[in-house]
Structures are given as C-alpha cells and as structure tokens.
C-alpha cells in the first residue's frame, strides 16, 4: 500500500510565485497542495517571500499554533536573509532556505524531504540553513559585466582581499566562517560572471578597478 502524499500549503507575497511553486509540486505524487486557507492540515507550509520581515515570523508563529500536527516543517525560499534572522526562525520550524533565484523545482522538491536532525541546536541548525541559503544563492549564473563595488557584495569584496592576500579557500572558510565548498562556489560565481579565468585573474582585475 502506497503512503499518502504530504499536504504542502504554499504561502506566497504574489500570486504567480505561489503558483510556480504549486506548479512544481502538482507534477509529483509525493505531495498535495492544499487550497487557501487549509494551512492547519498541512505537513508542510512552503513560503515564498522577498524577504523575512516581522509580520513573516509572526504569520509563521501563528501558523504553526493553528496547525493540526505538532512537527509541521516549514521550507523558506527568500531573496535575502541573514544569520540573525536564521537564529529567529530555527524555533518556527524552518528546515531548508533556498535563495529564490536559483530555487529549482529538483531545489525545492529535496527541501522539502528534508528533516532536522535531533541532536542539532538551534545555533548549529541556523549556521546549516545559513550555509545552504549562500550556496544556492552563489550557483546563480550571470552574464559578464564591469566589476566594481556596485556589482559586488560585501563578502565577495573580503574574499578578493583575502585572495589577494594569498589565502586559500581553507583558510578564507575559517576567516569567514562559512564552508570550504561555499567559498569555492562564491569563487566560480566571480569567474563565470565576470568572464574571469582564475583567482590570480580575478585578484588583478579588482586591484586595477580599485576594489582591494
């Protein structure tokens, strides 16, 4: 006998947002979307927002009070977030946050399987979602452009002074406090966005620009 499909209510700021994401999981048998409104008997709740602002961690808040099943899981797709706010959502449930540009519909379908652990803290939890949040964030692709200051973000900016400073991605990781493999993907990002063919290449471009 077949288990039954998980119910997903999508919560979105636009209706065609909400509607992609319905879109994504109504191609599968694993999951149901629930019509508006029935947000209590989902298993999931998949919210697609700008950003988290107060009025997001309070609707969660209330959300997960009015829900039927006490472990509802809840899977964040966003344009922006940092850690402060990670550490305020770990208690509402939140176990995946993926950067809405590069959320693809393999992106979220495996968000959505996935569990928290038991034995994470809250802190541990919120480096974790932090560190998937830039990693799917630095895949998105761009076409070349100038490099400068406006097209760069800050911690792209203390990677290029790093490097100039010859440190490798193990040591600007520990510097930085993020993964080995999510410096290496903010690295390739550079390259591919800015037409660059390696490190050295890219360091030299921005001590010319006036970057570093």
């Known amino acids: 006998m077949s288990a039954l499909p998980e119910r997903v209510a999508i919560i979105a700021n636009d209706p065609i947002s909400g509607e992609g994401a319905a879109a994504y999981l109504r191609s599968t048998l694993q999951y149901a979307v629930l019509p508006p409104g029935e947000f209590p008997r989902a298993d999931i709740l998949l919210v697609v927002v700008p950003e988290v602002r107060e009025k997001t961690l309070l609707d969660l808040w209330r959300m997960r ?9 809840v899977v964040l797709v966003v344009d922006r977030i940092d850690k402060v ?27 959505l399987t996935f569990r928290r652990r038991e034995t994470e803290s809250d802190d541990f939890l919120a480096a974790r979602l932090l560190e998937t949040f830039h990693a799917t964030e630095s ?3 761009y076409s070349g452009g100038f490099l400068d200051h406006h097209s760069l973000q800050p911690r792209e900016v203390e990677i290029l002074e790093l490097l100039a400073q010859g440190l490798g991605t193990v040591e600007i990781a520990d510097r930085m406090s993020y993964s080995e493999r999510t410096i290496k993907n903010i690295i390739s990002a550079l390259l591919t966005r800015f037409d660059l063919r390696n490190r050295s290449h890219a360091v030299a471009y921005a001590l010319r620009a006036g970057i570093i």
């Open 139 to 141: 895949d998105v692709r």
């Open 85 to 111: 706010e990670l550490s305020r959502l770990t208690g509402l449930g939140v176990t995946s946050v993926l950067f809405r540009g590069s959320a693809t519909r393999e992106r979220i379908l495996e968000a």
């Open 65 to 73: 009070r009015a829900a039927i099943g006490p472990d509802i899981r």
